[in-house]
């Protein structure tokens, strides 16, 4: 079984162009995600939904924040209420706080009254529609999902793949409008099969004019097969017909790594 160096990896993860485009937004929209306080407006939106009893409380104390909805600053209201016999005490935030000390209505979850809010406020600094910012981090994993399973059918074609030696069968058909081309191969496996390929590239490969392709493929599944050369990190074929990769490290390497950084940064600001 062949190992794979970190930098091939890292390209492999990178996911192309649909994976750095994953990775922007992923990345980016996180951000939104978190200083909007998308966890505790998703929370909201569940713990809120439907008709809510409403208790008797008063204002215990009135903070600023730094937010604003609407040119208007959002305050942060801690207010107690007693619901099911029990005491509570927590925070909504408003536009148009009460004063300290006054009598307020607070709305609560029947079966967990430690869920409440102001009956005019929110559970959330900007409220359940906060959550739509979810929808940019939400489009980067959709963008990164969409190229995984071929990078994972790449990382074993690499680690356990059959060498063989396969040729062109047609020259490569250009989508003019998406600019890649399409090849097609044909090889045989170990047991004397012909099989048949076709991969997409954003360019033509320099080696049309051999008749014979290096192809790596799965013994147990040889429809995952791959021309040696379009793999991630420039390989090349060794006499000891083996695969050897050109490791070099460029922009495909920092983008999955930029992305980590990201998200365990956020989560260390705002966990």
Not at 7 to 24: A, C, Q, R, T, Y
Not at 40 to 62: C, H, R, T, W
Not at 154 to 164: D, Y
Not at 233 to 244: A, L, Q, W, Y
Request: charged share 15%; proline share 7%.
């Amino acid at each position: 079984m062949r190992t794979i160096s970190i930098n091939v990896l890292l390209k492999i993860l990178s996911g192309g162009v649909p994976g750095i485009i994953g990775w922007f937004f992923f990345s980016f929209g996180s951000i939104f995600f978190w200083v909007f306080q998308g966890p505790q407006a998703a929370v909201e939106l569940v713990k809120f939904s439907g008709n809510m009893p409403v208790a008797e409380g008063f204002v215990i104390d009135i903070q600023e924040t730094s937010a604003t909805s609407n040119n208007r600053r959002i305050y942060s209201v801690e207010y107690k209420f007693r619901a099911l016999g029990n005491d509570y005490q927590h925070v909504s935030y408003t536009v148009n706080p009460p004063l300290k000390n006054d009598e307020i209505k607070i709305e609560y979850n029947a079966s967990d009254p430690g869920y409440s809010r102001m009956l005019d406020g929110n559970y959330s600094r900007f409220g359940p529609y906060a959550l739509l910012v979810i929808l940019l981090p939400a489009i980067g994993l959709v963008f990164l999902t969409y190229p995984l399973p071929d990078m994972l059918r790449k990382i074993r074609a690499i680690r356990s793949g059959e060498l063989t030696t396969g040729k062109w069968i047609k020259p490569p058909i250009s989508h003019s409008i998406l600019t890649f081309y399409k090849h097609f191969f044909a090889f045989y496996d170990l047991n004397g099969q012909e099989h048949q390929i076709a991969i997409a590239r954003r360019s033509t490969f320099s080696h049309e004019i051999e008749d014979k392709v290096p192809i790596v493929y799965l013994r147990n599944n040889p429809r995952i097969a791959y021309p040696v050369f379009a793999l991630p990190g420039n390989p090349t074929v060794t006499p000891e017909v083996s695969i050897h990769f050109q490791e070099k490290f460029n922009f495909y390497q920092t983008v999955p790594l930029c992305g980590i950084f990201v998200q365990v940064l956020l989560l260390y600001l705002f966990m």
